[in-house]
């Protein structure tokens, strides 16, 4: 049971937008910053979002984050069929003083 | 360029102990804010963070594994090392490490590089 709660699957037709929710508490999304990850089987997961909404060089305007009380948000827009994936929320814990991830969410491009 | 690669076993015997060993390049551990974690991500299941070191020795441990986990880091071989003890087959998985870079970033602790990941399969 994964301390940040995410959906298991989202899915959305080619060019819409998704967004993917991650649901945490006070000692840990309400007062660190989050971060999201793309995973691809068998690839290194990758950093697409760190300090809520921030993105890597690199990483397409498609990608946005946010972030309200203790949980945060993941938005993609123009989805485009290579963006199905696997996608993790992140953080740190201050009372357990351990990081934190989502279960993940499976990103299904129809 | 900065990179990360994961060495250790590909089979382990339960109750055995692992080893797996990091080893980078392109940054130091030396400067304040400079963190190396590992994750692992068993087969068909989520990622789940197992422990990170801090520039400054500071070890953290994922709560329910600690007693069985240890790392360490050699700064003059670019090197993190976690052991983890009395292994069974639900440690089955595959083995990240990755940088954290908390000089850059905020408090959340950020993995903004991360290695390939080695598999290991615990099994007699």
């Known amino acids: 049971q994964s301390v940040l709660t995410q959906p298991p699957s989202v899915s959305a037709a080619p060019g819409q937008k998704v967004t993917i929710s991650c649901s945490g508490s006070?000692?840990?999304?309400?007062?660190?910053?989050v971060s999201w990850y793309q995973h691809f089987p068998g690839a290194a997961p990758k950093l697409l979002i760190y300090?809520?909404?921030k993105r890597p060089s690199g990483i397409p305007d498609r990608f946005s984050g946010s972030k309200s009380g203790t949980s945060a948000t993941l938005g993609i827009t123009g989805l485009l069929t290579g963006d199905e994936a696997d996608y993790y929320c992140g953080t740190w814990d201050s009372r357990l003083n351990v990081v934190v991830f989502g279960g993940g969410t499976k990103l299904t491009v129809l | 360029q900065v990179t990360l690669r994961e060495s250790g076993p590909a089979l382990v015997k339960p109750t055995q102990t692992l080893t797996l060993t990091c080893t980078f390049s392109g940054f130091s551990l030396r400067p304040s804010g400079m963190c190396v974690g590992w994750i692992r991500q068993p087969p068909g299941k989520a990622l789940e963070w197992l422990a990170r070191?801090?520039?400054?020795?500071?070890?953290f441990y994922n709560t329910s594994l600690k007693p069985r986990l240890t790392i360490a880091k050699d700064t003059s071989k670019n090197q993190v090392v976690l052991t983890m003890t009395n292994v069974d087959s639900v440690d089955t998985a595959t083995y990240y490490c990755?940088?954290?870079?908390?000089?850059?970033?905020?408090?959340?602790?950020?993995?903004?590089?991360w290695g390939q990941g080695t598999m290991v399969t615990v099994s007699s």
């Open positions: 006070s000692s840990n999304i309400g007062n660190n910053f």
């Open positions: 070191i801090d520039w400054d020795d500071d070890k």
């Open positions: 990755a940088r954290a870079d908390m000089g850059s970033y905020g408090s959340g602790s950020p993995f903004d590089i």
């Open positions: 300090d809520n909404y």
